[in-house]
């Protein structure tokens, strides 16, 4: 199989029509301090890749069932799984439910933590520029991706909020944020990439749930 | 008269119903470099003050005669201005023609220089953040203007560019970029602040033009 991406959190192979992702033990955070939803590695965990794909396994099944296509085929073993191999948009669909993270730092002063936002935002991804927040007509500009789909991405990406926010009230939890990816496959649109920990964050009486803890949620 | 704003390149003071701008010798630039479009003040030039104050008189009365209501009243003398006491949104509306400058740094890669663009952008106007980028949703989730405000924003700084377009063009002049603020009153939103070298790029022949090339334009 040939590697044909090296990431953070996951290398990706081709095998055929499919990708294999394998999950690797990288700690994300900010500053040094593990958050989910940060985006810097600051460590290693020994069991945190398998965690996250079975977070992963558990969200996009989660998302099938309530009729949004996802890209994810089947579990391989602990650390790998088969996904359908989409054209990926380089943009992070942010959603946040309240405010928190980037979106405080950005706007410091002028929003309080925490606050009820419900609210999409678009990030190019790009790391060395910082994943810089983008709107949608210069996405449309730039030819990232077309009016259409950008209402596309925001349709589902709402809907996702509405699976998860039913979710996690069930259980006494509040979704913070979260981040899709998306991508292109036969004319239509997948959710692509993963949705674990590392891509959402959830609390509990204002504190937030660690990857463990996410765990013990969807097990 | 009271001192209400102390800025890089105007004090602004209260005069019972109108703002008295004393326009100053400041030049913005970019790293050292003067750029009209730039955010940091580089250095001082005698003149400076009263030549914005000039192409301000000029733009304004130009958008005024096409149907822009600004918040223009009167020059006093060749560096006080005399203008309508609107309530400032505090957000900046940008308008590319092309690509250049912050555009440029944000996408690096994503965008080749001077591609047409013709958009809008909001930033919020807070120096100490770096007038971060703001999406439309997120203006109005923190209340800063409204959904009807943001499209009407939208619609006159549309109507701008189309204005500035044709002035620009009918003088073999190419505009890249310029943007405007605005500010409430009697349930109007007028344009304030100025529009000026300090607020818009020119190029004739693909260079930027000076402050004093522009002076020389709008004379």
């Known amino acids: 199989m040939r590697l044909v991406y090296r990431g953070k959190t996951k290398d990706v192979y081709e095998d055929g029509p499919y990708l294999i992702f394998y999950f690797k033990d990288s700690l994300l955070g900010e500053n040094g301090r593990e958050d989910t939803g940060g985006n810097s590695v600051i460590g290693v965990r020994t069991g945190k890749g398998s965690a996250v794909l079975r977070q992963t396994e558990f969200f996009f099944n989660l998302l099938g069932r309530n ?100 979710f996690f009230l069930e259980k006494g939890l509040d979704p913070v944020d979260f981040k899709l990816e998306f991508g292109r496959l036969n004319g239509e649109l997948l959710v692509i990439d993963e949705l674990s920990g590392d891509t959402m964050r959830v609390m509990k009486e204002g504190r937030l749930l660690t990857q463990e803890e996410l765990l013990g949620v969807v097990e």
């Open 67 to 166: 009729g949004v296509r996802t890209h994810f085929v089947e579990r391989i073993d602990d650390r790998r799984a088969r996904f359908l191999k989409a054209e990926r948009i380089p943009l992070e669909v942010v959603y946040r439910f309240k405010a928190y993270g980037s979106f405080l730092r950005r706007y410091r002063g002028w929003v309080e933590p925490l606050r009820e936002l419900r609210m999409v935002e678009f990030t190019l991804k790009d790391d060395s520029l910082g994943d810089p927040l983008i709107t949608e007509e210069a996405v449309s500009r730039l030819g990232i991706a077309s009016e259409e789909e950008l209402e596309r991405m925001k349709e589902t990406t709402r809907l996702v909020a509405g699976i998860l926010r039913e």
